[in-house]
């Protein structure tokens, strides 16, 4: 499974790369993906905190419990990848 992890941060963010620039309108729909995962992302953790607080149980077990959603490891791990195929970008930009 942690060959899977890595293999994944290193590897799609490589196929992004070259799908875009192999079929330029992608990059439009990798953006709002993007867009989308941060809201999704930002909101389910802005609701558990919203949680943690209300009932004033600061307990680190409580937080940790986020990562429990699904949705929120999906966003988060695609948000992951996308950040690092934009710093690739960035970097060919810059050469």
Request: aromatic fraction near 16%; hydrophobic fraction near 60%.
């Amino acid at each position: 499974m942690k060959f899977l992890l890595i293999f994944g941060s290193i590897f799609a963010p490589g196929l992004m790369f070259f799908v875009m620039k192999i079929k330029p309108k992608l990059r439009v729909v990798f953006n709002i993906c993007a867009i989308v995962s941060a809201l999704v992302f930002g909101n389910i953790s802005s609701l558990a905190i919203y949680e943690i607080i209300k009932d004033k149980t600061v307990f680190m077990t409580n937080i940790h419990g986020i990562f429990l959603n699904p949705l929120f490891l999906v966003t988060g791990s695609y948000l992951g990848i996308y950040f690092i195929n934009r710093m690739v970008l960035w970097m060919v930009d810059e050469i």
